[in-house]
Every structure is written in C-alpha cells, then in structure tokens.
C-alpha cells in the first residue's frame, strides 16, 4: 500500500470484511450515500470492481494471524 493509506488500511480492512461482496459492488460503483465513498461506476468496468473487491478480500486474509 501507499505511504499514508496504512490507518485507512487498519481501519477500513476489517469493517470491509462485515460486508458481502454484493454491498461492496454496489458501494464502489455508484457510492456510499452520506459518506465519502464516491462512485466508480463510471471508471470501472463491472469485471474491475470484482476484481477491486477480490484483492481487498485477499489483503483481509493475508491480515489475518
């Protein structure tokens, strides 16, 4: 990861994991209402965000002990 993106990492990480893979699909492509989460819907194809969601839950297990 980035310099400077380590606590949104310790933070972000395991609350990412209390979510299923479709609320997280959701979220990226047209954003989070009432936070800072934008959309990417028109950035990212639908096979991109999978793939966004597949690496974060590969960076939740490696957190793991």
């Known amino acids: 990861?980035?310099?400077g993106l380590g606590d949104v990492y310790k933070r972000q990480?395991?609350?990412f994991a209390t979510h299923?893979?479709?609320q997280v699909f959701e979220w990226?492509?047209?954003g989070?209402?009432?936070t800072a989460m934008?959309?990417?819907g028109d950035q990212?194809?639908?096979e991109e965000i999978w793939q966004v969601i597949t690496?974060?839950?590969e960076l939740y297990r490696q957190a793991q002990p």
Do not use: C, M, Q, V
Request: aromatic residues 8%; proline residues 12%.
């Open 20 to 22: 299923t893979d479709a």
């Open 28 to 30: 990226i492509k047209n």
């Open 38 to 40: 934008p959309a990417f």
């Open 44 to 46: 990212l194809s639908e």
């Open 1 to 3: 990861l980035s310099r």
């Open 55 to 57: 690496y974060l839950r």
């Open 32 to 34: 989070k209402p009432g």
């Open 13 to 15: 990480i395991p609350h």
